[in-house]
């Protein structure tokens, strides 16, 4: 299975020009699933399908909204059976920003759990990350208990891999009595390469105003769940896209990641 995650940055910057690079892109990729971030889904736009052939099914976060349009979405080639999403807001702090985690139960040739996860950005706000993040596991955990199945989680995690939230999730350390383990497709597939996701090396990110000075960093992530015995899926490669300008047009403030997972 070809799985993938990008943040759109909504219809920021040259949007008719980054369209169609993100349409060209992905029609060249074809994955199977794609967690969306950044979506504008409004009643003249839906930037998620705009994007895409007519092949794929989406599904748009419903909770947790701002009324911008500004949302998450799972894009997937196989029917999605069932429908769950996290409620992330946890708090006053964390009440600007449409935070959330969808979880789509896909009916694919391998039963699949796809998780697009998508905490507070700010980078004061690590403490909720860990909270968001400890809420979207339990969910999953819960599912994975009523029937086995694979677990991709993916999604602009908005920490750096050092962080506790990503750590959490990488099994280096517990969080709030629990602890997971899940295969990062990115530190797999290149050891010891940073491969920064959001970084000054793209125009885009340098555009942005939320903060003062930015540094390069990956935030970007894509993970696959182990049980007791390790991961169920193997990751066969993972690749950042939209990584470079085509014909002088870059497609996204946000890199994006794509990875070949198959059954061990």
């Known amino acids: 299975m070809r799985v993938a995650t990008l943040n759109l940055w909504v219809m920021s910057g040259a949007w008719a020009e980054r369209s169609a690079a993100l349409r060209a892109g992905l029609e060249e990729l074809r994955p199977d699933v794609i967690g969306f971030q950044e979506v504008m889904k409004d009643a003249e736009h839906d930037t998620a399908t705009e994007i895409l052939a007519g092949d794929y099914e989406v599904r748009h976060q419903a ?50 759990l ?39 989680l993916a999604g602009d995690l908005d920490a750096t891999p050092d962080a506790a939230s990503i750590r959490f999730l990488r099994g280096l350390q517990s ?26 090396r793209n125009p885009l990110m340098t555009q942005e105003t939320d903060v003062r000075v930015e540094t390069s960093r990956r935030i ?7 049980d007791e015995r390790g991961p169920t899926l193997d990751v066969r490669r993972c690749d950042r896209i939209f990584d470079e300008p085509v014909d002088g047009v870059w497609a996204s403030d946000h890199f994006g990641l794509v990875a070949d997972l198959e059954p061990v």
């Open 175 to 200: 969080l709030d009595g629990t602890s997971v383990y899940y295969h990062d497709a990115w530190e797999r597939a290149h050891p010891g390469d940073p491969g920064h996701t959001f970084t000054t």
């Open 220 to 226: 970007d992530y894509i993970l696959v769940r182990c």
């Open 63 to 112: 909770t947790g909204l701002l009324g911008d349009g500004n949302c998450a979405a799972i894009a997937s080639r196989w029917p999605i059976a069932t429908w769950h999403e996290v409620d992330l807001q946890l708090g006053p702090g964390t009440a600007d920003f449409p935070a959330t985690t969808l979880i789509a139960e896909l009916d694919a040739p391998e039963p699949l």
């Open 114 to 152: 796809f998780v697009n996860h998508l905490p507070s950005w700010k980078p004061q706000l690590e403490h909720a990350r860990e909270r968001q993040t400890v809420a979207a596991v339990r969910r999953v955990e819960e599912l994975v208990a009523d029937r086995a199945r694979h677990v991709v």
